[in-house]
């Protein structure tokens, strides 16, 4: 059935009717006005049939979205899993370094002079000079233990200032993201308005 401008909805019988009885000057005009409806029936389908297509091809770009995000926050914890790890590390090697000092160089330098020995007679105090403090062992491979160590932290605070500003980065771009998502959410609302008012017309032309 098709609805009638201004009218209650007529039924395809009365249609067929009416265009039957219609005047043959009359009919020449409904039937080019059918003709030109007819026309922009089909350019609104196929209208209708692209925006179907772009709808779903966004859809499936959003998808392949989420699942990239999904991979993002997969990525994003193992990184987190990574810091907490190497956080661990250094906080073993602050504490090697810490044992290192209080058993090696506290017993290397922190060693006394040595006492003056007292004669048996109790008269003049006299120092050992045959008793001498043992020389320290060589320091040179345990230095450069400390050097590659050391040069490994400096990598690491390299490395944790980069982390800094990519997550900066990251941070900046998701916000930069959420406000053009949030106007796309604006514009699939309007879509979806329009949907609905574009099938209630089509709908009420059938009726």
């Known amino acids: ?14 249609w067929l009717i009416y265009l039957v009885n219609l005047p043959d000057s009359q009919k020449q005009k409904a039937l080019a006005m059918l ?14 049939k692209e925006t179907q297509e772009i709808g779903e091809q966004t859809l499936d770009e959003l998808l392949k979205q989420s699942h990239q995000l999904d ?18 590390s250094i906080r073993s090697i602050r504490s090697i370094f810490g ?16 006492e003056p020995v007292v004669s048996s007679a109790g008269s003049i105090p006299t120092l050992n000079i045959f008793e001498e403090t ?20 400096d990598q690491i605070n390299l490395i944790s200032q980069n982390l800094e ?17 949030d106007k796309l959410l604006d514009s699939v609302d309007d ?5 609905e008012k574009l099938r209630q017309e089509a709908k009420e032309c059938l009726n």
Do not use: V, W
């Open 1 to 14: 059935m098709m609805h009638a401008q201004a009218t209650q909805p007529i039924s395809d019988d009365e």
């Open 35 to 48: 003709d030109e409806g007819q026309i922009s029936a089909l350019k609104s389908l196929d209208i209708i």
């Open 71 to 88: 991979r993002m926050q997969g990525k994003i914890n193992q990184i987190e899993c990574d810091q907490i790890k190497s956080k661990r």
């Open 99 to 114: 044992q290192i000092f209080n058993d090696c160089f506290g017993a290397c330098f922190g060693h006394q002079e040595p």
């Open 134 to 153: 043992a020389p320290p062992p060589p320091m040179t491979p345990l230095f450069d233990k400390y050097k590659k160590i050391d040069q490994t932290l």
């Open 165 to 181: 500003q990519i997550a900066s980065s990251m941070s900046h771009e998701l916000n930069t993201q959420n406000k053009r998502i």
């Open 191 to 195: 879509a979806i308005k329009r949907s």
